[in-house]
T-cell receptor, first 111, second 111 residues
Framework: GENVEQHPSTLSVQEGDSAVIKCTYS??????FPWYKQELGKGPQLIID?????GEKKDQRIAVTLNKTAKHFSLHITETQPEDSAVYFC??????????FGAGTTVTVRA | NAGVTQTPKFRVLKTGQSMTLLCAQD?????MYWYRQDPGMGLRLIHY???????AKGEVPDGYNVSRLKKQNFLLGLESAAPSQTSVYFC??????????FGPGTRLTVL
């Protein structure tokens, strides 16, 4: 099955700085790559996703990049704010619509 | 529009007891999923359904059963609970199998 590795496991940034989380996947047939944000005591929430036919996607302060050749994708958060503090998960899926998740990154934004 | 709801929010079982977790969605989504979340391991797919009356195994199905008799409901059953099933359980639904919308979770402890 698909194996998704996520780094780093924890990330502490100063408010206003950028945060980058990286994931690699093993199955070259994977074609959908979402990112989820999970706040304490809540379920994961989709924040951005990218399909394999696109190299980059942006949504305000959040961007995702995909390198199919190297089988890795990254989440970039610019101008971080305290409300960005959460656990972030990457995931990958083939056309069978089953997501394989990374282990998560705990992001702390220091005021 | 309540989205995805899960019942109960918390439960404590003794080893060998049985229980059913209920997931309900009011978005008319075809796909529904059950995941478990354990520290440091991300989310792992237990079972999923691609439509009313259908179920399929995910990554970690052993010890669990599911049913989807109605489109809006997806039930997860534990016939004989074991301490290894102590976890947080999340249900999700999706209109077409890509973007998944998660419920708030059920925290289950098996003593």
């Amino acid at each position: 099955g698909e194996n998704v590795e996520q780094h780093p496991s924890t990330l502490s940034v100063q408010e206003g700085d950028s945060a980058v989380i990286k994931c690699t996947y093993s199955d070259s047939a994977s074609n959908y790559f979402p990112w989820y944000k999970q706040e304490l005591g809540k379920g994961p929430q989709l924040i951005i996703d990218i399909r394999s036919n696109v190299g980059e996607k942006k949504d305000q302060r959040i961007a995702v990049t995909l390198n199919k050749t190297a089988k890795h994708f990254s989440l970039h958060i610019t101008e971080t704010q305290p409300e960005d503090s959460a656990v972030y998960f990457c995931a990958a899926s083939r056309s069978d619509y089953k997501l394989s998740f990374g282990a998560g990154t705990t992001v702390t934004v220091r005021a | 529009n309540a989205g995805v709801t899960q019942t109960p929010k918390f439960r404590v079982l003794k080893t060998g007891q049985s229980m059913t977790l209920l997931c309900a969605q009011d978005m008319n989504h075809e796909y529904m999923y059950w995941y478990r979340q354990d520290p440091g391991m991300g989310l792992r797919l237990i079972h999923y359904s691609v439509g009313e009356g259908t179920t399929a195994k995910g990554e970690v199905p052993d010890g669990y059963n599911v049913s989807r008799l109605k489109k809006q409901n997806f039930l997860l059953g534990l016939e004989s609970a074991a301490p290894s099933q102590t976890s947080v359980y999340f249900c999700a639904s999706s209109p077409q199998g890509w973007e998944q919308f998660f419920g708030p979770g059920t925290r289950l402890t098996v003593l």
